[in-house]
Each structure stands twice: as C-alpha cells, then as structure tokens.
C-alpha cells in the first residue's frame, strides 16, 4: 500500500527557508516540495527551478493551491503572525519558525486560528530535535538524574551584530536567547516567573559607537524555584558554539560541543581540531528531524511536539528579557496578551 506524499510550501526562501526546502526535496521521502514563495520572486524562482517545485508570486496563490497540505513559514519574524494565520485560516498545517510572533497578543491570535479549525501549528525550536538534546531530555524526563535544578546555556554566534542601538537586545532575545528560553522550559518543566537581562558592546568593534548589544547575560527564575543562567553573545568570531549544562540533584547533562568532528591534528605548531562556522551546520540533522516529524504529523494528524503555547511562553520571555535590559530591574513573564 502507498501514500501519497505530504505536499509541502513555503513562503520565505532565504538562508533558513531554503534550507527547508532542500530537506523536504531531498530528504524527507514523505514529503514533495509543490511550492514557495518569496518577497523577492527571483529568490523563489531560483529555489523553485532548483528543487523542481513552483515559484508562487504571492503568498495567497501558494495558499490557494490543492497540492499544499503544509506550509513552513520562514520569513522575517515580522511577518510570521500574518502569514501563520492566512495559511492555519484556510487549513494549511504550519511549521512557524521562531519567534512565533513579536508580541503575545499576535501569539494568540496565531494559536485562535490554529484552534478555529483542524490545522495543526508547530514551533520551530529545532534544537529540541537534536539527538544529544533529545537523549538529554529523555535522560532528566527519567528522573535518573534527579530533580532538575539549574539550566546554564551558552549561545555564540560567530558574527557580530552590526544593528544600530535603537534596536536594543530585541533582535538577540527573539533570534538567539529565545532557543535557550525554550530549551530552560523544555527541560526543568517549568514556566518562567522573571527574567533579569544585562546586555553591553563586547567585540572588536568596541569603540564603534551606536551599535546595539552583541552580548547578554539573562537570568531566569522558574516559578517552582529553579533557575536558568544564559549567555548569549554575537561576534566570538572564533565559531558557531551552542552548549547546555542541565544539574540535577543526582547528576549533570551536558550537551553540545563546539567541535564539529572527534578529528584531532597535531603537527610541529600545536594541536588543533576543526569548529561548527554556523548554526546549519551545527543543526542539520536536527532541522531535517524537525521537518520530518511535522510532515508526518500531518499525514497521521497527531498533535504537534512543539506547539503554539511553547512558542507563546519562549516569546513571553523575550520580551521580559528585552523590558529589563531597558528598565535595569528584573521583569516578570507576562502571562496576558495585553
């Protein structure tokens, strides 16, 4: 007996959403990449002449297409709540990266329009999906480590930002920090009661004035007393280097490594082993798992593993991270949308 393959868009066809792309296409044999869409129809063309899909000039023509079961939505964050509702309105499952949206209000109104019909909604926290990350989680979910206590997570990107001040921490809470928000809930089980951020210009360009924070230091208090201590800091230059460190009260889970293979090279100058340049290569397997579960949770209609209240709760966080940086104090999770 044979299925026919989930028929799969997506809208937004840069660095990220062609990366999609290529797994549904290439990588995930249930699946059939039909469509994608682009604000720059070049972009969409190019990605869609390559991958053997159709180039859509809007995103109500991918919409309004029979051959799309599902849509991944990988546009800038700005846009996410509209097009995540046009597509969950019409009965689109969707794959939504994060953040889910800017504000909890547009987080609601995301998930109404999930409940409203039959679509599903996922989140894209691909990190949940990496293999040490998921152990991890199976590991303290066991309890053979013992309670879980404290989360330290450690988030560098190899570039520096070079946003202009007015943007704040905001463009790092809801592109970077906001993995490890998740990541914090994902494993001491938790909701998130504050967050206490302190962000400063700590690179080469120093001396540059005007330029928002390329580091933060976040401290979260989790509402049943545990805590979580998170760096997040753009311009190491040295490597994309993503690790996590969960204590328990009987052991410790630590997982990720900056180095990209167990290869070890010795010669007269020292020693040295080659590091992961950014988060596609570091995640790969972890993005191609994410897109597999979401294609076959539409085909079996099963609930999401990462849903639009885990996206709502990350979002909360960053936005409280982003009202301590600009207040000096420490500021609660808001629960409602206003």
Known sequence: MTHERVGVGVVGTGLMGRRHAENVARWIPEARLAAAFDADQKLASRVGQELDAVACASLDALLDRDDVRAVIIASPSRFHAEQAVAALSRGKDVLLEKPMAHSLADCDRVIAAAERGSARLQIGFMRRYDPAYAEAKRLVASGALGEPLLVRAVHRDREATHLPAASGVTDMMFEST??????????????????????????????????????ALNSVRFAGGALADIETYWGAL???????????????????????????VYTPAGASHDL???????????????????????????????????????????????????SGVTAPVRISGR
Do not use: Q, W
């Open 178 to 215: 906001i993995h490890d928000f998740d990541l914090s809930r994902f494993f001491l089980g938790d909701e998130i009661a504050s967050v206490t951020t302190t962000a400063a210009v700590l690179c080469h360009t120093r001396g540059a004035h005007g330029h928002a924070p390329n580091a």
């Open 238 to 264: 040295y490597a994309y280097d993503v690790r996590t460190e969960v204590v328990c009260a009987e052991g410790t889970a630590m997982i990720g490594s900056e180095r990209r293979t167990s290869l070890d």
């Open 276 to 326: 992961f340049p950014g988060f596609l290569e570091r995640f790969a397997d972890a993005y191609r798992a994410e897109v597999s579960d979401f294609v076959k949770g539409t085909a079996e209609r099963r609930p999401p593993a990462v849903s639009g209240l885990d996206g709502r709760a990350a979002v909360a966080a960053a936005l409280a991270g982003i009202a301590s940086y600009e």
